[in-house]
């Protein structure tokens, strides 16, 4: 059922022991809002586990309490409610158990076995997200698309279930809302969201180290990478489209692929581009295209052309092809899409 904050508060405040997790894959916001709600619930005088399959991404194991991310329920530890936060998708949640709580088709509690020591049918799930969504399972189901973050969304329970501003959850909240603002610059920036920073930093937190362990970090691999993609940058003759290739993932020495997420900003980055894609092999066969608008161009609609979608100004899609077949069939595309959508 959909609940407000209001509501949320006071079954967390007649909760004492919770599981926590976030999304898959996860990201600076996802890893820091679900610390931060722990974090919350600890200082509310609650025990809370984070539970996740994977490991916690190397660039955000500074945050304080990462170290005590589990990779499952222990079976001596008898939860009364489940946390999601900032998971939109059921078959996303970083944690099996609850992951399959939810799989479809979704089987009545009482069929659903247990997590950790206590049996489902025990057990309430509360789900706390700012994306856009459709579904509403969940005993209780708290959605905020105008929030900044996850992590924002923390920041307003503090208040509700009273828990002030300290060095610990102030790190994790301002990370998590400094990655999802893209450094407090993204449209989704709100006075909310810097108002939570600035309580945090008054409370202790330092935003400077919290930048620092974000942007400052990068591995060598990942600045080569960098490197060779940017030394492929195209632009049309219009000038109002640009194109950027990956032409091999790159692999680091233990075999893993060398993600570097800020690629896709770079083409749209130039003046006068309206439309940056970055192109690089998906998996077997054909191309994964990151697309970006600089301005009024819906890149929605457009990655809609190639059978992709997303966001007005971000998006994705994937083309048939070799990477150079694809990119010119996207730059036509693109100056095509351009003529007949702005004036
Ligand atoms: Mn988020």
């Avoid at 993204?186 to 810097?194: I, K």
Wanted: aromatic fraction near 6%; include cysteine; hydrophobic fraction near 40%.
């Amino acid at each position: 059922m959909v609940a407000d904050l209001e509501r949320i508060a006071k079954i967390i405040k007649s909760k004492e022991r919770f599981v926590v997790s976030a999304h898959l894959n996860a990201d600076g916001d996802a890893v820091a809002s679900q610390l931060g709600i722990a974090r919350l619930l600890t200082l509310a005088g609650k025990r809370a586990i984070v539970v996740n399959d994977e490991d916690v991404p190397l660039q955000f194991r500074f945050l304080p309490e990462a170290d005590a991310v589990a990779k499952s329920v222990p079976k001596d530890f008898e939860p009364d409610a489940v946390i999601v936060i900032d998971t939109p998708v059921r078959d996303k949640i970083n944690a099996g158990a609850v992951r399959e709580r939810f799989a479809e088709p979704m089987k009545p509690a009482e069929e659903a076995g247990e997590i950790g020591g206590a049996p489902w049918t025990d057990v309430t799930t509360i789900f706390l997200d700012h994306h856009q969504r459709s579904d509403t399972i969940g005993d209780f189901v708290y959605v905020d698309a105008s929030a900044s973050a996850a992590s924002t969304i923390v920041g307003r329970l503090m208040d509700r279930v009273g828990v002030s501003p300290e060095p610990v959850i102030g790190t994790q909240l301002i990370c998590g809302i400094m990655s999802d603002t893209g450094r407090f610059s993204f449209a989704n920036t709100t006075s909310e969201s810097l108002n939570i920073v600035a309580k945090m930093i008054d409370g202790g937190a330092r935003i400077n180290d919290v930048a620092t362990e974000l942007f400052y970090k990068n591995s060598f691999e990942a600045m080569k990478v960098t490197g060779s993609a940017l030394s492929t940058l195209e632009i049309s003759k219009s000038g109002r489209v640009s194109t950027m290739v990956l032409h091999e993932e790159a692999v680091d020495e233990n075999g893993q692929t060398v993600e570097v997420e800020d690629l896709k900003n770079y083409p749209v980055s130039i003046r006068g581009v309206e439309i940056g894609m970055f192109l690089r092999p998906a998996g077997n066969t054909g191309v994964r295209v990151s697309v970006r608008s600089a301005g009024d161009a819906d890149v929605n609609k457009f990655a809609d052309i190639f059978g992709g979608g997303g966001h007005k100004k971000a998006a994705g899609c994937k083309v048939d092809g070799t990477i150079d077949e694809a990119r010119k069939k996207l730059v036509d595309a693109a100056e095509k899409y351009l003529d007949e959508t702005m004036s």
